[in-house]
């Protein structure tokens, strides 16, 4: 997830010519669990992709005389239906298309925008700090539903908004927690060292700042990706989101929720499918950590 | 009768099902099956947290729940929504329906001990059109002489043809016979207000502790979004039948949760069951389920002022590409009638009849004709109609709109996009007319046809499918000066075999409310209004 | 320390205001007005709403008035309670949030660091992907499917405690809710702990304690804590604010008058001052909570200076 964000980091702290990224991969190969979680990760989005053409049934497709069936390989539902009828298979591997995609462009955004700010206030502090932190401050207490309906309003329902209007909220925490672990470092022997050996400012971020933070930032965006696939589905609700009959996980298990107790496999499967991943990007992203921790080498 | 005969009812099916988790330990009503419970305290779900509680304010079904409880009308409701004397014992109507006598009981008592008169009604009825009051349902009060022109700021509160002849007559005289106005009574704009305790507490006299009332309960505790608490009034004047000591109004937005605190046992009644769960309901606790016709048409709105849907015709065949049943018996599935016609048949000084002609078709032969129409309007495979279904944000009416852009699309081949919006910014797209087809529903202000048929009006606020047709127009206002009342409904049945040949808006389906009430609740009759009065309920020993 | 400390309190006054300037007008920009209903009211009876809440005047007039109020602790009648006024409001729904969302911070802030601890000292082994697991689930079965189960499971089947209401926040009715609102921040707080507790145990210091020989438990509580807890509190600062403001989907599930339901009914019905008033509340709540976290920094790292 990360990689393609940091992806221009030149070598860093590593004389013997070993980049960064080879070494974390090394690393990363070797740990079990981060290995099963991202090849979890790939199958489902391959299944995801290719799943849908494999049944006969298309998401939109509504069957009255069959609606809130249980999952059975006779009727092909093999997920059951949802109350209109709906093969909840083929609808649950399209949520995952949009979720899958939400998830992985709203956190880039969200890391992108937060780590480079974070790091800015943090490494540089004063008034500076003082004022980049007051506008976090300030954009945390906005009413959100209003810069949604905004958003709405003036450009209309579009893919990119969503994106937009998830990346504008989520940064924040990353921004904070970057900003926190700076503040900490730039004081750190190494960071005042080549300080003092009259290394760029810049040079200085890239290379001996922002590697130190990419334990804590890995950490932070498997959190985000949850929080992110939820808010999509509560931009829905005010319109903004993936619209009947396309859905999203978290819509499904919205659906699915109100009926846990007549048709649970409307909950169950896209729950599964949703904790799964997530549990995935954990296990994946605890594993970059270790192979991305400097001190480790 | 019919009141023993539910009680009846619920009891074998608690017995048959004692062994299920939802039955309480022991019969219902103790031994003898009537016996009452030691407390008499009942806990209602009462929806959305109630706005105010002044009655001339309310606007909402959460504040008039408990309004009924609170302040009694010079006419009130019995258990089945029959209209029977409140605070007035009797009351005479002069020969040309335009003068209200109304005899007030001598005992009526407000809930600090005095006397509720004449004078008290007369400054209710003022404050409530009094525009300083800013009330928005004082329409309730138009037909009496003088209330549009006060409303409308032109005259003083004064001029309201309310007068009080002694503390205990008072007279109301009317702009037009209207036979729905007794009706009108039971509203809460109508209500009296006890002068003195609003003079000296203005706005806040709606607190606990300020407010004064003239119900058979009164105010005791008021927590914003968790619940309102009444107590019996002990100046009622007919507090000896009033049996239930206490009553708790809980907010239960989400009705989800409602249901589980029903199940519970937390809750007496609950104010709706979500719907999804009907399923569920039936086969695990039918017998708390109770479901009645309600005074509402759910329908979907056509812009008629833009092309496409400005031709009757295709307008027409979209109506009739829909398949009522399978939204009645599928989706909203808790005995909701299949509307072929806009004013439903229940409603009082109507008798029905009137149905769109293929009403009476099968449901193969309505589509032949939908695809006819739509090719006679120039749409095909090759060229298929594109619309925007809108509907404000709500489980089921995206179950609805999902269904019915199915529906065309099998039927006709319409290509529609889905759209939901938060109600408001959904309203005023509504209301700015940006739409193509709108999901929307209409409950009934009366039990009257023309609370229906005044909707279609081209000046109605709530026209947003912009029809305009001078000739119902014109059938409305032959309507509204008519006195006899089988005239009035045979000229109100004209104006709707237009409508519905001119097809501005699909009617779906008629409303049902769906609500559970717990065995032990004794007294409760679902009626078309939805009303009913925590005096007339009773809490049976379980 | 002290001058430091001023400083943040003079910012806090520019910052507030640019919150309330942009809130006010991004708020009465959006569509819809507190007076739209289905029926669209007759307009003289709308003239009259409008005029006795004064929204004819110009906008700037509004928010110059409404600053004004605001200054007198005054932020005005609520649209939508049309017997209360906001101040009244967020007065009688705040203790609730609060009591609430204090308890469900210090549930998880005890749960969360313990289990993150535990997870970092067994890293990568079968004890860290259980505890990090289960710590998870919080995250990953979100709170509108989870609340609904722990009624279903405690309130209906073993009826041990009451599925709803606030019972004038008796304990039993305040465990579910609690356990609800402080599952997702267990799943944080846990994880960001083991993050930064696996860095800090690989750190310099702490290697020489463990030659020095000191016992593991001695090692985290005295040294590795404080240094590990740095990211955590970053999150708590903003978390804090959010959770002891309440939350809606909990609140309406079991039935809470706390005041997170004020910032979506609110504006839902474009309750123009009810939405306002929650937002400076919640604005100041920010601004100190995050204050308080520049404060820790200091004490957790001394080498953090503000100048």
Wanted: hydrophobic share 45%; with cysteine.
């Amino acid at each position: 997830m990360t990689v393609e964000v940091a992806a221009g980091l030149p070598p860093q702290e590593a004389p013997a010519g070993r980049s960064l990224w080879v070494d974390a991969w090394r690393t990363l190969r070797k740990n079990r669990a981060a290995v099963a979680g991202g090849a979890i990760i790939l199958a489902m989005t391959v299944l995801v992709l290719v799943g849908p053409m494999l049944s006969p049934y298309t998401y939109a497709q509504t069957d009255w005389a069959n609606t809130s069936i249980g999952p059975s390989l006779s009727t092909g539902h093999i997920f059951g239906t949802d109350t209109l009828g709906r093969d909840v298979f083929v609808r649950t591997l399209y949520g995952g298309r949009i979720s899958l995609l939400v998830g992985l462009v709203a956190t880039i955004v969200s890391l992108a925008i937060g780590v480079t700010y974070g790091a800015i206030a943090g490494y540089f502090g004063g008034r500076l700090d003082n004022v980049m932190m007051r506008i976090v401050d300030i954009l945390y207490a906005m009413p959100f539903m209003f810069f949604v309906i905004l958003l709405m309003v003036f450009f209309g329902r579009n893919i990119v908004l969503i994106f937009v209007a998830i990346g504008a909220i989520n940064w924040l925490d990353m921004a904070r927690i970057v900003r926190g672990q700076t503040l900490s470092l730039k004081h750190k022997e190494f960071v005042e060292a080549a300080e003092a050996l009259g290394v760029s400012t810049l040079t200085l971020i890239r290379r001996h700042i922002v590697p130190n933070l990419l334990g804590i930032v890995v950490v932070y965006v498997t959190l985000t990706i949850p929080q992110v696939i939820l808010v999509e589905s509560f931009l829905s609700f005010l319109g903004l989101g993936v619209q009947e009959p396309m859905t999203s996980w978290g819509a499904l298990v919205k659906e699915g929720a109100e009926e846990m107790e007549s048709a649970p496999w409307m909950l169950l499967f896209p729950a599964i499918f949703l904790a799964t991943t997530l549990f995935c990007f954990n296990f994946l992203g605890d594993g970059l950590r270790d192979a991305l921790d400097p001190k480790d080498r | 009768m019919k009141k023993l005969a539910f009680l009846t009812c619920s009891l074998l099916a608690m017995l048959a099902a004692c062994s299920s988790d939802y039955a309480p330990s022991g019969p219902i009503g103790g031994e003898s099956g009537t016996e009452l419970a030691e407390r008499q305290v009942i806990h209602i779900g009462n929806g959305t947290d109630p706005q105010t509680l002044d009655p001339h304010r309310a606007q909402g079904v959460p504040e008039s729940n408990i309004g009924r409880s609170l302040f009694e009308g010079l006419v009130a409701e019995a258990p089945n929504g029959d209209l029977i004397p409140g605070v007035a014992e009797s009351w005479e109507i002069s020969e040309d329906g335009k003068t209200y006598t109304f005899r007030l009981r001598a005992n009526a008592r407000w809930s600090n001990g005095d006397p509720v008169t004449a004078g008290d009604f007369v400054y209710g009825m003022r404050r409530s059109v009094d525009p300083k009051t800013l009330s928005v349902y004082s329409f309730i009060l138009a037909p009496i002489e003088n209330a549009n022109a006060i409303i409308a700021g032109d005259l003083p509160p004064e001029e309201l043809g309310v007068a009080a002849i002694d503390d205990r007559t008072l007279e109301i005289r009317l702009e037009n016979p209207t036979p729905y106005f007794l009706g009108l009574l039971t509203h809460s704009a109508s209500y009296a207000v006890h002068p003195p305790s609003v003079e000296a507490h203005g706005d806040a006299f709606t607190r606990p502790g300020n407010l004064v009332s003239n119900g058979a309960y009164q105010l005791a505790e008021w927590v914003v979004q968790s619940h309102v608490k009444l107590v019996k009034n002990p100046y009622y004047w007919d507090a000896d039948s009033v049996t239930i000591e206490e009553a708790y109004f809980h907010a239960t937005e989400d009705v989800a949760a409602e249901l589980k605190r029903f199940r519970a046992g937390e809750l007496d009644m609950t104010n709706t069951i979500p719907k999804s769960q009907l399923g569920w309901i039936r086969e695990n606790m039918p017998d708390r389920l109770v479901i009645a016709p309600y005074l509402g048409s759910y329908y979907y709105g056509l812009n008629t002022t833009k092309p496409p849907l400005d031709s009757p015709a295709l307008r027409r065949a979209l109506s009739l590409a829909i398949d009522r049943d399978i939204i009645t018996k599928q989706i909203t599935a808790s005995g909701e009638l299949s509307a072929y016609s806009w004013i439903p048949p229940t409603i009082a000084n109507y008798g029905g009849g009137v149905e769109m002609p293929e009403a009476s078709w099968t449901q193969a032969e309505r589509e032949a004709e939908a695809r006819r129409l739509y090719a006679q309007a120039g749409y095909s495979a090759e060229n298929p109609l594109r619309l925007e279904i809108l509907y404000n944000t709500h489980d089921d009416h995206r179950r609805i709109a999902v269904a019915i852009a199915s529906m065309w699309r099998n039927v006709l081949g319409v290509e529609a996009t889905l759209v939901n919006q938060e109600w408001k910014v959904y309203l005023d797209t509504r209301n700015q007319k940006k739409t193509q087809v709108f999901r929307a529903g209409w409950i009934g202000d009366y039990n009257d046809p023309y609370t229906f048929a005044e909707i279609a009006h081209s000046k109605s606020e709530l026209n947003d499918f912009g029809y305009d047709n001078p000739e119902y127009d014109r059938l409305l206002a032959l309507a509204a000066a008519e006195t006899d009342l089988e005239k009035r409904a045979e000229i109100l049945k004209q104006a709707e075999r237009r409508l519905l040949d001119d097809m501005p808006l699909i009617p779906l389906y008629f409303y049902v409310t769906a609500k559970m009430v717990q065995p032990w609740v004794q007294g409760y009759e679902a009626n078309i209004m939805d009303h009913f009065r925590v005096q007339d309920l009773k809490i049976l020993k379980h | 320390m002290l001058r430091y400390s001023l400083r943040r309190l003079v910012s806090a006054i520019p910052t507030l205001f640019v919150l309330i300037a942009v809130a006010f007008f991004m708020m009465r920009a959006a569509p819809g007005g507190p007076f739209d209903l289905e029926r669209s009211l007759p307009p003289e009876i709308e003239a009259n709403l409008r005029a006795a809440y004064r929204l004819d005047d110009p906008l700037w007039l509004q928010f110059a008035r409404y600053l004004g109020g605001i200054l007198r602790g005054d932020f005005g009648p609520s649209f939508q309670y049309r017997d209360f006024t906001v101040t009244e409001l967020i007065a009688t729904g705040f203790p609730v949030s609060l009591r609430l969302g204090a308890s469900a911070i210090l549930l998880a802030l005890v749960i969360g660091v313990t289990a993150g601890s535990i997870a970092a000292l067994k890293q990568n082994r079968v004890t860290d992907h259980v505890v990090m697991t289960v710590s998870m689930t919080g995250i990953s079965i979100p709170n509108f499917v989870m609340a609904p189960i722990l009624i279903l499971v405690f309130a209906i089947h073993l009826r041990w405690l009451p599925a709803g209401g606030w019972g004038d926040g008796a304990l039993r009715n305040m465990v579910l809710p609690v356990i609800a609102l402080a599952l997702p921040q267990i799943a944080y707080i846990a994880r960001l702990t083991r993050g930064s507790m696996i860095e800090v145990l690989r750190s310099n210091f702490i290697r020489t304690a463990k030659a020095q020989g000191l016992s593991t438990t001695a090692i985290l509580l005295k040294h590795a804590l404080k240094p590990a807890l740095l990211p955590v509190v970053s999150y708590l600062g903003p978390a804090t604010a959010a959770v002891i403001t309440g939350s809606v989907v909990i609140e309406q599930i079991f039935g809470v008058p706390g005041i997170g339901r004020f910032f979506v009914q609110g504006a839902l019905n474009r309750d123009y001052t009810l939405v306002m008033g929650v937002v400076v509340f919640y604005g100041m709540l920010i601004i100190a909570f995050n204050f308080l976290v520049d404060l820790a920094y200091a004490w957790l790292d001394p080498k953090v200076k503000y100048s």
